[in-house]
């Protein structure tokens, strides 16, 4: 019975050791500019210069009390094929989750894609299958915990590539409240109420021999 005991508060504590999802990076454009305004992160790009400019945002995805403001417009369809890069850092953090608001109208780019570098930009894999961004605002969900070498990675990638705009209208795609986060590595303590635990259970165990 008291291994019994001991054995249900060792899986409680388990239980509790994995923290709450973190904020690695996030970007609310609200400075009419690329600058993170949470995090630590960058975001650049090849796109027409001429092409970016900054409109009013929206309040979805935003985390905690950001206030809703600007986003990023992406227009002219001669973007057809570039991209923009978002870095982060995500050391001492895993699963990583990308999530953002997005738009575009009749002309925008309505087939883009998602790629994922965890070797600093040298090399993507494709996230399958390729988004939308619809024509009202939504909120895409990217479950990126299958690329595990993201986990704990101080130079992880994800890079946008946009498609399918089309003439003669310029079209435009507009992002806004960029969020990438993921949960806490959980770093066991020595001399911790689980580590103890295990002590106990180690020693009855022997006892019971």
């Known amino acids: 019975m008291v291994v019994r005991t001991i054995i249900a508060l060792l899986v409680m504590l388990l239980a509790g050791v994995r923290s709450a999802g973190s904020v690695i990076a996030y970007w609310d454009f609200n400075g009419a500019s690329l600058t993170a305004s949470q995090g630590t992160g960058s975001i650049t790009h090849n796109l027409v210069a001429s092409s970016v400019s900054y409109v009013s945002g929206t309040p979805f995805n935003v985390p905690g009390n950001e206030p809703a403001g600007s986003a990023l417009r992406i227009s002219k369809f001669q973007n057809n094929g570039r991209h923009v890069d978002v870095r982060f850092d995500a050391t001492g953090v895993e ?66 590539t946009f498609w399918g705009g089309t003439g003669p209208n310029p079209g435009f795609n507009d992002l806004d409240n960029l969020l990438v986060s993921g949960d806490s590595i959980p770093t066991p303590e020595p001399g911790s109420s689980l580590t103890l635990a295990f002590l106990t259970v180690s020693a009855i165990a022997r006892r019971k021999r």
């Open 95 to 160: 699963n990583v989750i990308l999530t953002f608001a997005t738009q575009r109208d009749a002309w925008g780019f309505m087939t883009n894609q998602i790629s994922v570098s965890s070797d600093s930009g040298a090399t993507f894999s494709n996230y399958a299958p390729p988004y939308d961004p619809r024509l009202f605002w939504n909120v895409p969900y990217f479950d990126l915990s299958t690329y595990t070498n993201l986990n704990n990675n101080s130079d992880g990638w994800v890079r946008f």
